[in-house]
């Protein structure tokens, strides 16, 4: 077994994840990260501060021996908090086990003990303020912003994010390059501060939502004691970010849609001008390593819509899954890259896809009776055969079923509920359609 | 063999190329089209009235015994004339070989043939003024704008262009949905009339490009003794259809770079304003067919950037492709639609990725002297080893052989020439590389 030094490009979640099960197994690694370190800087971490962290995230991050850490930072949110036009607020749990939910975590934090973890190993180096320029094929280097070089040896795994450089070094070596589907609508985070008494001004123990059919605004709670607010909205259109260009626009567009809201925002209008607007997009590769060298990890290979909370917990996940196929192949790394590429890029094409789907739940079906009814039939469902049949939301956050699975299985239960009277659920008729499509789970 | 009618949407070139081979096996064809008959009233054809034609397009249309009516109306193009800045004009010949040409062909003629020959087999039926809004999965129906319902009973094929209704329809069921990577870069077309004397006012006989580096204007010929021109620009940035939005500015940007042309070019600056701006783009699509019954062909799949003058030519190889799956199938449908995909994505990837390549070629390349030495050696490379080594445009343009073969080959070629002496080429040295390397070619 070779221990040769492996590469890492990015040192923003995925990266110093990987770092540390690399550790763990017995490589010295070096991770290359554009921006200072924010432990010692105090810098903006990205474009969202807070992030949801369920299962998947959860259990690659116990495999790094690092959840004690981590676990005093989340803040449990148990369902959807729904904020209806009419002024009408309605919970809506997750899950009926009161066990299951998804955490609120601030990436800064999170990031900082991920990095701190994987300098502990004593094998891992991070280089700091190293913005990855280019790889010269010529001299086998990686070229830095900062002029410095680093030889290519051995792997070089691509942590560095949607606009990754690794990605584009990789497409031009394939047929079948990456490609970036614009979602059509940005976004733009807002901030509510505590209150006067130091307290949460909204529910702390939920994720808040505003669906307001064609956009939305959402809420999650931080440690300090305020919200993270999103709004997502068109980025062009009736309704849109193009459309509303001055402070008394947005003023009257909050003031229409999200009065209950537009009090508790700090320093509104102000901060939607001086925030940047977002933009989404998902990006599919079709080849997520080259060579078995270049391997491409989070969202460098498969970044993702963020409204299925998924975009941390899948990437945290392909760490776990690459380092499974190296360890099946007992440490020999030839053909490592290539079968974790071909093993999970069907999954990620999967959660890309229900995360797109998860918009239009959140921002328009969430308010409305039928999605409440086919909600509250596949929860009696999951208790009368919970080893056949577990909504989909649960699936992607509560369990480890690969996503492609998960989705096959979704469409399944779509289809059932479909055939059944929402309002008088025949269970019998019920029963033989899910003891016929869904295998019990084991 | 069952003889159901096969459904076929877009009758724009691949649509009625497809129609013909189908009639010609004994399916009866409904070929739905969203604009009227160009053949009865005179509209607008397309985004480009001129077309490449070589020789995967004309092996195609010879199949489909239609090539006699096809054959007056090309006019052969033996090389690139060069116009370099300095206002010299190279010709670049296409090939050492003198029959091998492509040839210009208006893009409305040609389809007024192929929909005329399709027609007269009896088997087809042409529906104009036919746009296909979309599939209802209840009724299994498609549904056109103009509230017309068609059942689908059998094959549904999507020749309806890089927009494809078919497409979307696709990527809806399937994991891996299509991808629009745009270029960056857009096209416009202006117009040089024949000369006062009704001739031609340059060489017929060639494609012209004004190659300068980041863009470029080219010119092909028409029968009507006319050329059309197309400028191709950044969207984008400092020298951009962005930054020449006037009159005076554009008639500047003509004057420093297009100097020579500029007083050929009919009524100009005005159809510069006139002229919409055309948008370039690729289409990657992971899924061509659906459960072995939709199925796409041509730009629906595969929409190609201009560059290698192979839209068409590929679009019509698609047909045949199909074609030769079923005949090997004897008929049975049943998995022809899957192998033909999966044959056919990555020789489409690879044109693809030669298009976009070729644009650097054409911009720039051709007024480089390393460029110019390298295609002598090529040349000389050709001459020797005849069986074995035919340069990359030559393949693409003169041949048969699979795309993805050629992109493989041209790979090898490019690196055997990037290892000799470009003035004093050792012939001995690269017979040994090109036998080792280069298998011959049947």
Same mark, same amino acid.
């Given at each position: 077994m070779d221990h040769d030094m492996k590469i890492i490009i990015?040192?923003?979640?995925a990266g110093p994840l990987l770092a540390i099960y690399l550790s763990q197994r017995g490589y010295p690694v070096q991770l290359y990260e554009k921006r200072p370190d924010l432990r010692v800087e105090n810098i903006p971490?990205?474009?969202?501060?807070n992030l949801a962290l369920s299962h998947r995230g959860i259990k690659a991050i116990k495999s790094a021996d690092v959840f004690d850490k981590i676990d005093p930072l989340l803040i449990p949110m148990k369902g959807r908090m729904v904020h209806l036009s009419s002024g009408d607020i309605e919970f809506q749990p997750y899950?009926?086990?009161?066990?299951e939910h998804i955490n609120s975590v601030s990436r800064g934090e999170l990031n900082k003990i991920l990095m701190t973890k994987a300098e502990a190993s004593g094998k891992v180096q991070i280089y700091f303020d190293h913005s990855l320029l280019e790889i010269d094929g010529d001299t086998n280097e990686l070229v830095f912003e900062n002029g410095n070089r680093a030889p290519v040896t051995d792997h070089v795994f691509g942590a /560095?994010? %949607?606009?990754s450089v690794i990605r584009n070094y990789i497409d031009e070596k394939v047929l079948s390059p990456s490609c970036v589907d614009p979602l059509g609508h940005d976004y733009k985070e807002l901030h509510i501060a505590p209150g +006067?008494?130091?307290?949460?001004?909204? /529910?702390?123990s939920a994720l808040h939502i505003w669906p307001r059919g064609e956009f939305m605004l959402i809420a999650l709670p931080n440690t300090d004691k305020s919200f993270t607010c999103t709004l997502f909205l068109? %980025?062009?259109? +009736?309704?849109s970010f193009e459309s509303l260009g001055t402070p008394e626009l947005i003023t009257e567009f909050f003031h229409t849609y999200f009065e209950d809201v537009q009090p508790l925002l700090e320093n509104f209008p102000n901060t939607f001008f001086d925030n940047p607007t977002g933009k989404l997009a998902t990006v599919y590769t079709d080849? &997520?390593?080259?060579?078995?060298q270049y391997c491409l990890i989070g969202d460098a290979a498969h970044a993702v819509v963020p409204f299925f909370g998924q975009g941390m917990n899948a990437s945290f996940e392909d760490c776990e899954v690459l380092m499974q196929c190296l360890d099946e192949a007992q440490g020999? &790394?030839?053909?490592v890259c290539k079968k974790y590429s071909s093993v999970r890029k069907s999954d990620c094409d999967a959660i890309a896809k229900m995360a797109i789907e998860n918009y239009v739940e959140m921002r /328009?079906?969430?308010?409305?009776k039928e999605f409440k009814q086919q909600k509250e039939i596949a929860n009696i469902l999951m208790e009368r055969f919970p080893d056949r049949f577990i909504p989909r939301y649960n699936m992607v956050s509560?369990?480890?079923?690969?996503y492609s699975e998960v989705y096959r299985r979704g469409a399944i239960q779509k289809e059932i509920i479909s055939k059944l /009277?929402? +309002? +008088?659920?025949d269970l019998t008729a019920a029963e033989s359609m899910i003891k016929e499509k869904l295998s019990p789970l084991v």
């Open positions: 990015g040192s923003g979640l971490v990205g474009r969202s501060i899950s009926i086990h009161p066990y /560095d994010g %949607a606009g +006067k008494n130091g307290e949460f001004q909204l /529910d702390s068109p %980025a062009e259109g +009736k309704r080849e &997520w390593q080259y060579n078995n020999n &790394w030839e053909g /328009d079906l969430v308010s409305r509560f369990t480890s079923i690969p /009277d929402l +309002k +008088k659920p």
